[in-house]
C-alpha cells in the first residue's frame, strides 16, 4: 500500500509543477491578474478530480482572477494532458489559498506590537 501513496504524491507533485509553469507562461487570460502560485495539488486516488490550492497576491480582484482560472480550466487540463503521460487526466477544481496573505497578516500585527513591547523595557 505505500506504493500507491509515494506514487499519489509524485503524481500531485508533477501536476503542481505543470499546472504552474501553464498558469504562469501558457495562460493568456486577461481577468487573471497578481502573482498566482499553486501552492498544492490533491489528486484523487482514481485519478478524476484534482484540487488546487492558489495563492494570489498583487491582484486587482482575487475573486474575478479565481473565476477566471476556472472558467481556463479545460485549457489547462488540456494542456497538462499533452504533458503530462498518465491514461486519465483529473478535471481541475480550483480553490483559494489565503495561508500566505494570512501569514503576512500576522507578520505586520508583529511588527507592529515589537516596538510597543521594546519601548516598554
Do not use: C, H, Q, W
Amino acid at each position: 500500500m505505500p506504493e500507491s501513496k509515494s506514487r499519489l504524491e509524485r503524481i500531485n507533485e508533477e501536476y503542481k509543477k505543470e499546472i504552474s509553469n501553464i498558469i504562469n507562461y501558457e495562460l493568456k487570460n486577461p481577468n487573471a491578474t497578481g502573482l498566482i502560485s499553486v501552492t498544492r495539488v490533491k489528486v484523487t486516488n482514481d485519478l478524476k478530480f484534482a484540487k488546487v490550492a492558489v495563492s494570489i497576491l498583487n491582484s486587482k480582484n482575487v475573486k474575478e482572477t479565481l473565476a477566471a482560472l476556472k472558467k481556463s480550466s479545460g485549457f489547462i487540463r488540456s494542456e497538462l494532458a499533452r504533458r503530462v503521460n498518465l491514461r486519465n487526466t483529473p478535471e481541475i477544481i480550483f480553490e483559494l489559498d489565503d495561508s500566505m496573505e494570512y501569514g503576512a497578516r500576522i507578520d505586520n500585527i508583529l511588527k507592529e506590537i515589537m516596538p510597543k513591547k521594546e519601548e516598554e523595557n
